[in-house]
Nanobody
Framework: VQLQASGGGLVQAGGCLRLSCAASGRTLRGYAVGWFRQAPGKEREFVAAYGRNGGYTYYADSVKGRFTISRDNAKNTVYLQMNSLKPEDTAVYYC???????????????????WGHGTLVTVSS
């Protein structure tokens, strides 16, 4: 499966952005799909994800209540709505997919097989 992330940009603190992750090659049904981010000099970190069953969502504590992951199966696309953005949300955001990852491994980027190119989100103070 090929993933293409888009929607990043420059926004002021308190603003919002919606990222998109469009998949091609295979349907995302049966795949876990997640968002990760990597700030300069830092390790890639988990942001949000759907499990493989597609019904449950998981969030990092740092974004819970501000970010929402959603999906449009007809468009084979997953979104990340980011509200109340903070300067510390500045990072390159990546989407990832995997059809065999287990729940306990969702938050660790090393376990995900498919990655899109990142999209840069910059939040100014």
């Amino acid at each position: 499966v090929q993933l293409q992330a888009s929607g990043g940009g420059l926004v002021q603190a308190g603003g919002c952005l919606r990222l998109s992750c469009a998949a091609s090659g295979r349907t995302l049904r049966g795949y876990a799909v997640g968002w990760f981010r990597q700030a300069p000099g830092k390790e890639r970190e988990f942001v949000a994800a759907y499990g493989r069953n597609g019904g449950y969502t998981y969030y990092a504590d740092s974004v819970k209540g501000r970010f929402t992951i959603s999906r449009d199966n007809a468009k084979n696309t997953v979104y990340l709505q980011m509200n109340s953005l903070k300067p510390e949300d500045t990072a390159v955001y990546y989407c990832a997919a995997d059809n065999s990852i287990i729940l306990s491994s969702l938050r660790n980027y090393v376990h995900w097989d498919y990655w899109g190119h990142g999209t840069l989100v910059t939040v100014s103070s």
